[in-house]
């Protein structure tokens, strides 16, 4: 396999030179399974364990994730075992489900990501905003991708409701009936390049994926009408090259989409309300009820889209309560590994 089609290039080649390893093989971790990894490789598919100092110390969210590069040891034509990642780059992460500060890597790798709802009621543009926060944050490209296009929605309405973010990122109406959408789609992707497909169940990615490969590889299912909601078909992140030149991943749907991030100016960017916290009388304003607050003045004028700020409190204070409790966590760590450490020198002292 030429791993070029993978995105294996000099820079990768230069990191792996700088590893311990850098004579074992490398290859690219295509499917996750619960302690098993597939990596696609120079020789083939091989399923690889972590060895035990790869997870000692590591938090979840720093284990290889599909997309990520490893060096591993084959130890006969299928199997290996991975000693070594490749430092990560434009990884995409959410906050997992249930926790304050504990976030998952979805992604590793990825230079666009396509956000993919449906065009009946899954379609809401606060949850597109969320995505598109999170991923524009790890310098990730994004796409909007609204699918099942053949259902009838009012697409003038949607565009409507969807300006702000359209100036963001690009927007693409597609169906899986309709083939002219899918090379769209298809143009979308460059040589190259790494696409993630993320978004709620049943809204298509796997279908999506199928099409753009004009091949079933990936199980999708038809949701009853009459349940709707609440079955996954996708368990698992899957990697599925295309036309030997780019990769698509496809994800299980999620429920929730928390974010990761920390920094509420790029958020203030993001939804182009940064013009207006500039011009507020305090610095510190929380554009709450502060007089001279320029943002509340925007919302009142009408000038800003007063959902559009409800959603910028609610992701900014998401975010700060993200990074306030990860700041905690890692405090925490830090004082129970030194009493680690203090217990181990006592005891080689006695
Ligand atoms: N009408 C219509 N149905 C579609 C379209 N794309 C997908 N579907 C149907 O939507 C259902 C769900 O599709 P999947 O591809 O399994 O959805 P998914 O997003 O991968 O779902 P999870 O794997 O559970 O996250 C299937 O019955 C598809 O046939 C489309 O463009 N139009
Ligand atoms: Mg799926
Ligand atoms: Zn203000």
């Not at 364990?49 to 979840?60: A, C, H, P, Q, V």
């Not at 906050?95 to 500060?101: C, E, I, Q, R, S």
């Not at 609204?146 to 973010?165: C, S, T, V, Y």
């Amino acid at each position: 396999m030429n791993l070029n089609n993978y995105g294996w290039n000099d820079k990768l080649n230069q990191l792996k030179q700088e590893s311990t390893y850098n004579t074992l093989s490398h290859g690219r971790v295509s499917i996750v399974h619960r302690t098993c990894y597939e990596v696609v490789s120079e020789n083939g598919l091989f399923q690889c364990e972590l060895t035990g100092n790869m997870m000692y110390g590591k938090l979840d969210s720093e284990l290889p994730c599909t997309g990520d590069w490893v060096i591993f040891q084959p130890f006969d034509d299928h199997k290996g075992i991975i000693v070594d990642m490749l430092p990560r780059e434009r990884t995409l992460y959410r906050k997992k489900n249930g926790t304050v500060a504990d976030k998952q890597a979805i992604a590793s790798y990825v230079d666009k990501a396509f956000i993919v709802q449906s065009l009946d009621d899954n379609f809401n543009v606060r949850r597109a905003e969320r995505f598109m926060v999170q991923i524009l944050e790890e310098n990730i490209k994004p796409v909007l991708v609204l699918n099942k296009a053949d259902l009838g929605l009012d697409r003038q309405k949607i565009e409507e409701q969807i300006e702000h973010i359209a100036r963001q990122m690009p927007v693409l109406f597609t169906s899986i009936h309709q083939s002219q959408t899918i090379l769209q789609l298809r143009e979308s992707i460059s040589e190259g390049e790494t696409v993630v497909f993320v978004g709620s169940s049943g809204v298509g990615k796997s279908s999506l994926v199928n099409a753009l490969c004009r091949k079933a590889v990936l199980l999708t299912s038809d949701i009853s009408l009459s349940t709707g909601k609440g079955r996954h078909t996708s368990t698992r992140r899957e990697m599925v090259l295309i036309d030997n030149s780019s990769v698509l991943i496809d994800t299980p749907g999620v429920r929730e989409f928390g974010l990761t991030i920390g920094n509420s100016d790029s958020l203030a960017e993001i939804l182009e309300i940064s013009d207006y916290v500039k011009l507020c009388r305090f610095r510190d304003c929380e554009h709450i009820n502060e007089p001279g607050c320029a943002v509340l003045e925007a919302v009142k004028s009408g000038a800003l889209d007063c959902r559009v700020y409800e959603s910028y409190l609610k992701l900014q204070r998401e975010a700060w309560y993200f990074s306030a409790s990860e700041h905690e966590k890692r405090k925490k760590n830090k004082s129970f590994s030194k009493l680690v450490d203090e217990v181990k020198k006592h005891k080689t002292n006695l």
